[in-house]
T-cell receptor, first 114, second 111 residues
Framework: AQSVTQPDIHITVSEGASLELRCNYSYGATPYLFWYVQSPGQGLQLLLKYFSGDTLVQGIKGFEAEFKRSQSSFNLRKPSVHWSDAAEYFC????????????FGAGTQVVVTP | DADVTQTPRNRITKTGKRIMLECSQTKGHDRMYWYRQDPGLGLQLIYY???????NKGEISDGYSVSRQAQAKFSLSLESAIPNQTALYFCATSSGANVLTFGAGSRLTVL
């Protein structure tokens, strides 16, 4: 069965500092991996996805994530955080035949301080 | 207008009442989903539909039912609401690309 763990429930980061959000997954085959962001009062927006190929993927808003099969991880990074990055971030895992039936992590709440 | 529209955005109701949450989309996607979000639990799949004649249960379908009235419309019903169904509900759509597009959510409070 698929599962996703986001070890950090809450992260506080200063504006301009770097950010890394952790995601670990459990899945028997090559997973489809996603990061979504949820701003207050909004739905979830796709930041980036990994299906195959280059293990370093670029997304929107300056985010990137790296797929590490040996560590079963798909960590999200941003070199310099902006105040508008304050939001909740969700990692999700699926399979090629999941067709939208994904397993989501519990989320990481990011607070950005001046 | 949003690609995926959910109504109502907020609803407070009482235990035992019937509630319907509606979702409509302009994406032209065949696949539609209802997810539930609880703090600390992430999102859990309630029901999904791959076309108008195809309805499937997700992880947590007990206490819920759905109706796919048209390709663009997918409604979620709580026949007799209970307090532990208080949550944020998301409708989502997908094409064959395995990427979900979410609505803004419907916050339901059951007293």
């Amino acid at each position: 069965a698929q599962s996703v763990t986001q070890p950090d429930i809450h992260i506080t980061v200063s504006e301009g500092a770097s950010l890394e959000l952790r995601c670990n997954y459990s899945y028997g085959a090559t997973p489809y991996l996603f990061w979504y962001v949820q701003s207050p009062g909004q739905g979830l927006q796709l930041l980036l996805k990994y299906f195959s190929g280059d293990t370093l993927v670029q997304g929107i808003k300056g985010f990137e994530a790296e797929f590490k099969r040996s560590q079963s991880s798909f960590n999200l990074r941003k070199p310099s955080v902006h105040w508008s990055d304050a939001a909740e971030y969700f990692c999700a895992v699926g399979a090629s035949d999941s067709w939208g039936k994904f397993q989501f992590g519990a989320g990481t709440q990011v607070v950005v301080t001046p | 207008d949003a690609d995926v529209t959910q109504t109502p955005r907020n609803r407070i109701t009482k235990t035992g009442k019937r509630i319907m949450l509606e979702c409509s989309q302009t994406k032209g996607h065949d696949r539609m989903y209802w997810y539930r979000q609880d703090p600390g639990l992430g999102l859990q799949l309630i029901y999904y539909s791959f076309d108008v004649k195809d309805i499937n249960k997700g992880e947590i379908s007990d206490g819920y039912s759905v109706s796919r009235q048209a390709q663009a419309k997918f409604s979620l019903s709580l026949e007799s609401a209970i307090p532990n169904q208080t949550a944020l509900y998301f409708c989502a759509t997908s094409s064959g690309a395995n990427v979900l597009t979410f609505g803004a959510g419907s916050r339901l409070t059951v007293l």
